[in-house]
């Protein structure tokens, strides 16, 4: 099975990229839509996932890998919500900003243009490997 790509978004107060890179992984949880819930059922061990920090930052700040299938999120006091395991990835040398994202052409279809609310959702490849080259550098 091939990899999927992803992008997780969270605002730096709540968890911050800064966090995630000490700490080595994380649960990703707390998510209460039901679209991101069933966007982080659909993850697999191994998909690759961008780290997009909200609200003050808005800008992917790097990479995580998905360790850890979904299961039920420990935060959760009722209802029935996931969470998965993230590893850290790579940092980006430079932060791929939303200002960025929205000037890239190539870009103009990716969900968080579109659904900018949701927090977890989808990438193609295609994206994925272009938002990874524009925080490069290259």
């Given at each position: 099975m091939t990899?999927?790509?992803?992008?997780?978004?969270?605002?730096?107060?709540?968890?911050?990229?800064?966090?995630f890179v000490r700490e080595g992984r994380?649960?990703?949880?707390?998510?209460?839509?039901?679209?991101?819930?069933?966007h982080l059922r659909a993850m697999r061990v191994g998909d690759q996932v961008l780290f997009y920090?909200?609200?003050?930052?808005?800008?992917?700040?790097?990479?995580?890998?998905?360790k850890r299938t979904h299961f039920p999120d420990?935060?959760?006091s009722e209802g029935d919500w996931s969470a998965v395991e993230l590893s850290i990835g790579v940092s980006?040398?430079?932060?791929?900003?939303?200002?960025?994202?929205?000037?890239?052409?190539r870009l103009a279809?990716?969900?968080?243009?579109?659904?900018?609310r949701l927090s977890v959702m989808p990438l193609s490849?295609?994206?994925?490997?272009?938002?990874?080259?524009?925080?490069s550098g290259k």
């Open positions: 990899n999927q790509y992803w992008l997780v978004k969270t605002e730096p107060e709540a968890y911050a990229w800064e966090t994380t649960v990703w949880d707390g998510v209460r839509n039901f679209q991101a819930r069933n920090a909200s609200v003050t930052t808005k800008a992917v700040l790097g990479t995580a890998t998905v420990p935060t959760a980006l040398p430079h932060p791929v900003s939303l200002a960025e994202i929205k000037a890239e052409a279809e990716l969900p968080l243009l579109r659904q900018s490849k295609p994206h994925f490997d272009l938002i990874v080259r524009l925080g």
